[in-house]
């Protein structure tokens, strides 16, 4: 695994896009502010452009340095975090507009998954990171299913598979109160409680 990784640290730091597998689903990625490569990770993807992808970081002493946090909502970032949670939160200035498509709000997602982490930690910098698959199918749940998908559109795919098939929950901290953008494995009740 650790081969894995490193090869894979490589392609994201020479501008490519991997594949990985995550605790919800299989994952494509690549480094957060390098441009070009976010360009090609929608034509892979034949996502739209107006579309925002998810950074993900490798701790929660991180997310500060890319976003703000509200104190209200430290608690319910260290219940779920690293998790199946994602966060919307006002990015700094270090995130480049092209990837808040000028709206200056960042998803941000702590992975609870060896391999992800692994990743993160060695590559010290943020990913984005989208589910594998294209547009509008269902996400990738195994390496195997990811090469058949993007045969050899990818740099490169770290084997593997995904823990429970459910996209995270998504949950909007930027205003007065939270606001559930997507409900998955962690509910809506969970949260309430963590708060």
């Known amino acids: ?23 919800t689903v299989m994952g494509l990625a690549v480094i957060f502010d390098n441009e070009e490569a976010y360009h090609r990770l ?17 701790s929660i002493d991180v997310i500060g340095n890319y976003a703000f946090i509200d104190d209200r909502y430290k608690k319910l970032i260290q219940t779920f975090m690293p998790g199946s949670l994602t966060i919307l939160l006002k990015a700094k200035d270090n995130v480049p507009d092209w990837v808040t498509h000028n709206t200056g709000i960042i998803g941000i997602r702590i992975p609870n998954n060896d391999v992800a982490l692994n990743l993160l930690n060695a590559l010290e910098l943020p ?20 090469k058949k998908e993007f045969e050899d559109e990818l740099d490169y795919v770290i084997p593997g598979e995904c823990q429970s098939g459910v996209p995270s929950t998504i949950v909007d901290l930027t205003g007065d109160e939270f606001k559930i953008i997507r409900e998955g494995s962690i509910t809506l009740e969970m949260i309430k409680g963590a708060l």
């Open 1 to 23: 695994m650790i081969k894995d990784i490193d090869i894979a640290v490589s392609c994201l730091k020479k501008g490519g896009v991997i594949a990985f597998p995550t605790e």
């Open 42 to 58: 929608n034509s892979i993807k034949r996502r739209p452009e107006d579309k925002p992808y998810t950074m993900m970081v490798h």
């Open 127 to 146: 990913i984005l990171v989208p589910s594998a698959n294209r547009s509008g199918k269902p996400p990738l749940k195994n390496s195997d299913e990811v």
